[in-house]
């Protein structure tokens, strides 16, 4: 399930650490496998990362559901986080939150019918003087939401 | 005013970020002038005394204390960059990230000369997943220009420094925790003692400092530690950013000296938005106790005054709320992400959490009881101290400010069923906002 290319890219990640400590690369080596996975982790990824990294499935397994980046099962092509803490929230997040919920159809934790787009509703990201803000797929984040731009974002990755 | 930009002076938003443009700006003049000087450790960090840093990380250690702590002589010692930046409010080491990512990597390398430190990590917040990519190029470029590395400008000082990412897990801002992180665990704090600085990262000697805290100190050592501390008042030395954010003109980043006064941040951020009136104010991250407008107004914004005012500066973060905001709402999103990001190993924390956040949720929803105060209370103080890590006293504090300063607002809610302030004030109060910044 891990592909040449990702084992490279793990690589490169244990090289970071010092010799004897390939734990440390679990992280990447997860969202690494994530990221070839359609945006999840099935448990045969799980196994892999720990084969891999030669750690107990269960240890890669408790980082996998600790940190919330991780999917424990499957998501729309296009995962769409809206932070709706505080800070967000007195500058439009809970607006932003419902204009999304109303297109798309769906609620927090669900995902489109066509499997294209998944809503989740985040913490703060660190962002706030861009509120509101949304991560789309965990790495793209995208500040300043509007209803207009939203239309523009749906429609951009509706074809992709 | 006070604006006084010293980390993110001259920086050119998202095309000043590069190796070639820090240099243009001065960059790693004082490490050339550490190495090339030999400055010893011991006049480093008595340097780094007497500019009076304190750690920007919310905690205000001494900086230089702390590197003191490191343990001499040889062997394998760790620095940790704490950029987890996820207390809500907050987002200045996002902006040094994106804007000036060779001032840490300079900031590191010192701080290595001076503790002894052979390896580094900086831990970035998973959620600005493109910022670590961008500190991985940063890192490549320092080492192909002989800045990190091995034989750093041809001398025999090595550090190598690498970046290690989160994936979406609050109390990994938690040194132990991070530390734990960067182990490949989940991220549950470690009791304390031991101290990281004698067992801390692969249970080698570790000092963990914040993005702002190492970004620092390059202009700490450029214009000495006395200037330095000048910037700002006696035991609030130097600059600081304050991300300011809620219901302001012009939310953002803004690096100040130490010791301004409130109501000229407030004036920079473009005065409270729509004309209305100013309620209440976080000054420092979500954690820190809430000060009323009266209260806050008469403040300056530097660690001594905010904790006379019953508060703190903590990460220097600034939640603006104005007339239309209901503080048992605003007090209900916030007890509700502490419940969320417990990590769940500390009995007070991982229950007490929630339990604030259910008795906050029902009095916003019609249901509180009489006794819910009292309840909240009490909850809140048996949590504070109990905990192996201080999340839990993040999640105890803001209730008690907002308690402290709002009782009457969260009685009436008990009495009335309901918010004080309409909800088609408060909706309005909430809307998207389009910044004039963006
Ligand atoms: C729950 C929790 C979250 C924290 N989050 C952060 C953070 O995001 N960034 C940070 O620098 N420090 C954070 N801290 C403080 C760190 O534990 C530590 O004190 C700090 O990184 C030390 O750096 P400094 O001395 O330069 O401030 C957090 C502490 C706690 C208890
Ligand atoms: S509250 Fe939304 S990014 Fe901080």
Redesign the interface.
């Given at each position: 399930m891990l592909s040449a290319e990702a084992k490279q890219k793990i690589d490169r990640e244990i090289a970071?650490?010092?010799a004897g400590?390939?734990?440390?690369?679990?992280?990447?080596a997860?969202?690494i496998a994530q990221e070839e996975n359609a945006g999840w982790l099935p448990k045969e990824a799980i196994s892999e990362v720990a084969a891999y990294?030669e750690?107990p499935e269960v240890?890669v397994y408790?980082?996998a559901t600790?940190?919330?980046?991780?999917e424990l099962k499957p998501v729309g092509r296009h995962k769409i986080t809206v932070c709706?803490?505080?800070?967000c929230?007195?500058?439009?997040g809970?607006?932003?939150a419902e204009y999304l919920q109303q297109k798309l159809g769906i609620g927090f934790n669900e995902t489109t019918p066509d499997g294209k787009f998944t809503l989740k509703e985040?913490?703060?990201?660190?962002?706030?003087?861009?509120?509101?803000v949304l991560?789309h797929n965990?790495?793209?984040?995208c500040?300043?939401?509007?209803?207009e731009k939203i239309d523009r974002l749906l429609a951009e990755l509706e074809s992709k | 005013m006070s604006l006084r930009p010293l980390i993110l002076a001259n920086t050119n938003g998202d095309a000043g970020w590069r190796l070639e443009h820090y240099l243009a700006r001065g960059g790693y003049s004082a490490l050339k002038k550490v190495i090339a000087g030999k400055v010893s450790p011991e006049d480093l960090i008595a340097e780094m005394k007497a500019s009076v840093l304190r750690g920007r990380g919310g905690a205000g250690f001494p900086t230089g204390l702390k590197w003191s702590f490191m343990p001499k002589g040889e062997g394998e010692k760790y620095l940790c960059c704490n950029s987890d930046e996820g207390e809500p409010g907050t987002f200045k080491d996002r902006d040094i990230l994106r804007y000036n990512p060779h001032a840490v990597i300079e900031g590191m390398t010192i701080a290595a000369w001076a503790t002894g430190a052979t390896r580094g990590y900086n831990y970035i917040h998973g959620e600005i997943f493109e910022l670590y990519e961008r500190f991985e190029e940063a890192l490549q470029e320092a080492r192909n220009a002989g800045l990190l590395g091995a034989r750093i400008l041809g001398s025999d000082f090595s550090f190598e420094l690498f970046a290690h990412h989160g994936y979406g897990a609050y109390v990994c801002g938690e040194e132990t925790a991070l530390l734990e992180s960067i182990e490949g665990k989940k991220g549950q704090p470690r009791f304390k003692p031991p101290f990281p600085a004698n067992c801390g990262l692969y249970g080698k000697p570790t000092t963990i400092n914040n993005t702002e805290t190492f970004a620092s100190v390059p202009f700490i050592i450029n214009m000495g530690g006395q200037a330095y501390l000048d910037l700002g008042k006696p035991n609030n030395g130097g600059t600081k950013l304050f991300s300011i954010s809620g219901h302001v003109n012009r939310p953002g980043v803004y690096e100040l000296e130490m010791g301004t006064p409130f109501a000229e941040l407030l004036e920079l951020a473009g005065g409270v938005r729509g004309g209305r009136k100013l309620k209440a104010v976080i000054p420092g991250g979500s954690s820190a106790p809430v000060l009323p407008a009266e209260i806050i107004m008469d403040c300056t914004m530097d660690y001594d005054s905010l904790s006379a005012a019953g508060s703190m500066l903590g990460s220097g973060a600034v939640i603006v709320m104005d007339e239309t905001v209901c503080m048992v709402k605003a007090l209900e999103r916030l007890s509700y992400f502490y419940h969320e990001e417990s990590c769940g190993q500390c009995t007070p924390c991982r229950e007490g959490s929630g339990w604030l956040y259910r008795i906050v949720h029902r009095i916003e929803n019609g249901q509180g009881r009489e006794e819910d105060l009292e309840l909240l209370e009490s909850v809140a103080g048996n949590i504070m101290g109990r905990t192996v890590c201080a999340l839990g006293d993040a999640a105890a504090m803001p209730v008690r400010g907002f308690l402290k300063h709002f009782q009457s607002e969260f009685a009436w809610h008990i009495e009335h069923k309901g918010c004080l302030v309409p909800l088609d004030v408060q909706r309005a109060g909430s809307q998207i906002y389009v910044s004039p910044s963006c």
């Open positions: 970071k650490y010092p400590q390939k734990q440390s690369a679990v992280m990447s997860l969202r990294l750690m240890a408790e980082v600790f940190y919330n980046m991780y709706t803490n505080l800070p929230a007195l500058s439009g809970v607006h932003v985040g913490e703060c990201m660190g962002a706030c003087g861009d509120a509101p991560l965990n790495h793209k984040m500040s300043w939401m509007t209803p | -």
